[in-house]
C-alpha cells in the first residue's frame, strides 16, 4: 500500500507551547488529508479535512485557531497545535488520500504528544 | 441513529475459530466501504475495500449488503495475530470517511 509518514512520532512539550506535526504522502499525490485525534480506548475523531490549495474544514467542536492546518502541497500537510494544554495530550494521526471516494486512505503511523 | 455502527466486542475466540464482524451504516446513498484493522496504540492500517460483489482476501471475506445497509468481515482460522480493533469505514459521494468505533477481537490458544 501507498506509504504515509508522520513527524514527529512522539513529542512532549511544556503547557502553552506549540507543537507543529507534519504528514507527508511519499510515493503518491494527496489530493486530501485528513487529521484524526485518538484518546486511549477511544475510537479515532475527525479534526479536520484539507485539500491541497485551499483552507481545511473543521468538524463541529474542533477549533481552528488552535489546531492550524495547512496543506502547502500535494505530499506535505501540516498540524500545529497552538499553546497547548495537558488536555490536548493524544494520539494525532494523519491520512492521506489520493481521489475521490472509491479510493482507499492511508494512515501516518501517528504522533503522541504528550502536554506537561 | 449513529452514521456507522458496530459491536465494540470485545470477541473472545480460540485459535482456529471462525468469527465474523457486522456494521452497519445509516445513509442510504454511501458509495464505498473498507475494513480497517488498528492495533494498540497504532495507526490504522488498510485490510481490505469491499464491493458489491462481495471479496475475499485468504482468510479473510468481506461482504456487502445493501438492501440492509450493512457489511460484514469474515475471519476463518483465526490466529493470535488477527488479534486487533477492526474498523468499518463508510464514505459518501465526499471524499469524507466516516468510521465505526471498532470491534475488538481477541484471539486467544
Known amino acids: 500500500g501507498a506509504v504515509v509518514s508522520q513527524h514527529p512520532s512522539r513529542v512532549i512539550c511544556k503547557s502553552g507551547t506549540s507543537v507543529k506535526i507534519e504528514c507527508r504522502s511519499l510515493?503518491?499525490?494527496?489530493?486530501?488529508m485528513f487529521w484524526y485525534r485518538q484518546f486511549p480506548k477511544q475510537s479515532l475523531m475527525l479534526m479536520a479535512t484539507s485539500n491541497e490549495g485551499s483552507k481545511a474544514t473543521y468538524e463541529q467542536g474542533v477549533e481552528k485557531d488552535k489546531f492550524l492546518i495547512n496543506h502547502a502541497s500535494l505530499t506535505l500537510s501540516t498540524l500545529t497545535v497552538t499553546s497547548a494544554h495537558p488536555e490536548d495530550s493524544s494520539f494525532y494521526i494523519c491520512?492521506?488520500?489520493?481521489?475521490?471516494?472509491?479510493?482507499?486512505?492511508?494512515f501516518g503511523p501517528g504522533t503522541r504528544l504528550t502536554v506537561t | 441513529r449513529k452514521e456507522v455502527e458496530q459491536d465494540p466486542g470485545p470477541f473472545n475466540v480460540p485459535e482456529g475459530a471462525t468469527v465474523a464482524f457486522n456494521c452497519t451504516y445509516s445513509?442510504?446513498?454511501?458509495?464505498?466501504f473498507f475494513w480497517y484493522r488498528q492495533d494498540c496504540r497504532k495507526e490504522p492500517k488498510l485490510l481490505m475495500s469491499?464491493?458489491?460483489s462481495g471479496n475475499e482476501d485468504g482468510r479473510f471475506t468481506a461482504q456487502l449488503n445493501r438492501a440492509s445497509q450493512y457489511i460484514s468481515l469474515l475471519i476463518r482460522d483465526s490466529k493470535l495475530s488477527d488479534s486487533a480493533t477492526y474498523l468499518c469505514?463508510?464514505?459518501?459521494?465526499?471524499?469524507?470517511?466516516?468510521f465505526g468505533r471498532g470491534t475488538s477481537l481477541i484471539v486467544h490458544p
Open positions: 510515493d503518491f499525490q494527496a489530493t486530501t
Open positions: 469491499v464491493y458489491s
Open positions: 445513509n442510504s446513498a454511501s458509495q464505498s
Open positions: 469505514v463508510v464514505k459518501g459521494g465526499s471524499y469524507i470517511p466516516t
Open positions: 491520512s492521506a488520500t489520493s481521489g475521490g471516494p472509491y479510493y482507499e486512505q492511508y
